[in-house]
């Protein structure tokens, strides 16, 4: 789902302000950086060319931070992220085949968004819900002791 021109006219003009409240502050990069992602879902090289020159640090610096942390993406996601976790006890318990039948029903692999912008799929090493293996996170819902056939009712909510 792109943004319409207004739209990204109004969250350029947020991150702006944003920007101008915090560039004195030692160590603003990372802020300024995630609230760049927390707006548009992703940075993309006209926002970390906005945030180098507002800055005035170099965008080499800026591309280097986006991609040495993962919380940051360089592409678009999706509107809903599916995180599968596949640490060790959601593995064991089978976390592979819940992971794959997301795949599977959404049409797309991991780190991939559907054509609709309406889901990214994470591969995740364990998001701290062991007890509940396996573990599927949608944006903040937790779905724990999931089957496979669990997948196809949980992603049609959405």
Known sequence: MALTKEQIDLKNAELMSFIEENKNVPGCLMPVMQKAQELFNYLSMETMTMISENLGVPVTEVYGVATFYAQFSLTPKGENIVS??????????????????????????????TADGKFTIQDTRCLGCCGLAPVMVINEDVYGRLVKADVKGILEQR
């Open 84 to 113: 599968v976790c596949t640490g060790t006890a959601c593995y064991v318990k089978g976390a592979q085949e819940i992971l794959d039948e997301v795949k599977a029903v959404l049409g797309i692999g991991v780190g991939e968004t």
